[in-house]
């Protein structure tokens, strides 16, 4: 997959979960996997 193709989808994600109100304990797994990209 490529890297372009993989940030796009967590960003969707992203934007899932925001939508969604989630925990702030997942959404901080979700940033600090963004960072580690």
Known sequence: MK???LV???MRLLENLVQMEVQPQLLAKVVTYLLML
């Open 8 to 10: 796009l989808d967590l």
């Open 3 to 5: 890297m372009r193709e």
